[in-house]
């Protein structure tokens, strides 16, 4: 079994590509949250609540959230 590694063990580069996909992540979801928030429930595609619980799975939530759930 492999030992944790805590973040105060990684190296320079690899600290840096953690907080880099960190805040893209941050940055993605409160995006999705934001446009989900002010768009009309008829302009997206299925129930909003859906959509909000959605964009908290990383990446993939407000990802598909732009690539699907928005109607054009």
């Known amino acids: 079994m492999m030992a ?3 973040f105060k063990d990684l ?3 690899r600290k840096f590509w953690v907080m880099l996909l960190g ?3 941050v940055a993605l979801q409160g995006a ?3 446009d989900l928030a002010t768009r009309p429930s008829a302009e997206v595609n299925g129930p ?3 959509w909000f619980f959605a964009s908290f799975f990383n990446f993939i939530g407000p990802l598909s959230y732009f690539a699907v759930g928005r109607k054009k």
């Open 11 to 13: 190296s320079t580069g």
């Open 4 to 6: 944790r590694k805590h």
């Open 48 to 50: 909003k609540t859906a």
């Open 23 to 25: 805040a893209a992540q």
């Open 32 to 34: 999705a949250l934001k």
